[in-house]
C-alpha cells in the first residue's frame, strides 16, 4: 500500500511541476508560415499550369513522397518528376489552389486546401474538371529553402 501511495504522490508532484513550466516559445509566427506555404502553393500552380515538370519536382525533397488523387503513391523527386513529365503529355492542364490552413512547427509544417483542375486531354476529347481537397508537409533545408516532403490530394464527391 506504502507503494501505490507514494507512486500517487510523484506522479502528483510531477503534474503540479508539468503545470507550472512556461511553454516553449515558438519559432515562427502566423505571418511567415502563410508567406512559406503561399510561395510553395504559387511555384505549385504555377508549375502545373505551365505543364513543367522541372519546376515541380524542384520543390520537393529528394526522398519525398506524393499521393496523386486517383494514382499509386509515388516515392522520390525523379519519380516524382517522371509522373509530371508522362502527365503533361497526357493533359493540358490548369489549375487553382485556394489554401484554407497552414501552419509551422519549427522547422516543418502544413498546408491544406481545396483546388479546381482542369484537364484537356491532348488527344482531343472533352476537358475533364477535377475538384478536390490537398495537404502537404513541408520541411526547412540546411540552407533555409522550404521543401514538400509529403504531399496528397484526392477529389471531392460532385
Known amino acids: 500500500m506504502n507503494l501505490y501511495r507514494g507512486a500517487i504522490l510523484a506522479l502528483?508532484?510531477?503534474?503540479?511541476?508539468?503545470?507550472?513550466?512556461?511553454?516553449a516559445p515558438?519559432?515562427?509566427?502566423t505571418d511567415s508560415a502563410v508567406e512559406v506555404a503561399n510561395r510553395i502553393t504559387?511555384?505549385?500552380?504555377?508549375?502545373?499550369?505551365?505543364?513543367?515538370?522541372?519546376?515541380?519536382?524542384?520543390?520537393?525533397?529528394?526522398?519525398a513522397v506524393a499521393m496523386?488523387?486517383?494514382?499509386?503513391?509515388?516515392?522520390?523527386?525523379?519519380?516524382?518528376e517522371q509522373f509530371y513529365r508522362e502527365f503533361f503529355t497526357a493533359y493540358a492542364t490548369t489549375i487553382d489552389i485556394v489554401p484554407v490552413e497552414t501552419r509551422l512547427f519549427g522547422d516543418r509544417g502544413f498546408s491544406r486546401g481545396t483546388y479546381k483542375m482542369t484537364l484537356t486531354p491532348r488527344?482531343?476529347?472533352?476537358?475533364i474538371t477535377d475538384n478536390g481537397k490537398y495537404i502537404y508537409l513541408i520541411q526547412r533545408q540546411p540552407d533555409g529553402t522550404w521543401r514538400l516532403t509529403h504531399d496528397m490530394s484526392n477529389s471531392s464527391p460532385p
Open 12 to 23: 502528483l508532484a510531477m503534474a503540479v511541476a508539468a503545470c507550472s513550466e512556461e511553454p
Open 26 to 29: 515558438q519559432r515562427a509566427d
Open 68 to 80: 496523386p488523387a486517383q494514382q499509386a503513391t509515388i516515392e522520390g523527386r525523379e519519380a516524382i
Open 123 to 127: 488527344t482531343g476529347e472533352p476537358p
Open 42 to 63: 504559387r511555384d505549385i500552380a504555377s508549375g502545373i499550369n505551365a505543364g513543367d515538370a522541372g519546376q515541380i519536382s524542384r520543390l520537393f525533397t529528394r526522398d
